[in-house]
């Protein structure tokens, strides 16, 4: 359903196990409170932001909290991210109540429309900020 539709923004914590965790002559010192904190399980957070219909590509803008969608409704769409970026960042994931699912409702920084729906989206490598972008129509 093109309502359900989200960006996900992801923070990835507490990721321990590694090739010599099943090697039983393997031990670390200080893998007993590693496995105490949350049970040694890995935490995920993350924020989602709602998108209205589906999502045909997304593409950051290297290295820069930026992206870009296009989706099936001929939108192009470009948000900032550094807000749910910073918020997963600050996050304490040792408080329970840090890891809960939050949801953002971020408005695009810029959008437009082509006539026709399409699938290319990029960032230039060469200038920053350049976003090429094409429909089905063969036009840009």
Do not use: C
């Amino acid at each position: 359903m093109p309502s359900k539709n989200r960006i996900y923004v992801m923070r990835f914590a507490n990721l321990m196990k590694t090739k010599n965790d099943d090697d039983p002559d393997y031990e670390e010192e200080g893998t007993e409170k590693a496995d105490d904190f949350n049970e040694g399980n890995p935490i995920i957070l993350h924020t989602s932001i709602p998108i209205k219909g589906g999502v045909n590509r997304i593409r950051s803008m290297g290295g820069y909290p930026i992206v870009a969608l296009q989706s099936e409704s001929r939108q192009v769409k470009i948000y900032n991210l550094e807000e749910p970026l910073e918020e997963l960042r600050n996050a304490d994931i040792t408080k329970k109540a840090d890891r809960k699912t939050r949801t953002l409702d971020l408005s695009p920084i810029s959008h437009f429309k082509h006539n026709y729906e399409g699938y290319a989206l990029e960032w230039s490598p060469h200038k920053l900020g350049l976003l090429a972008s094409g429909s089905n129509s063969g036009g840009l």
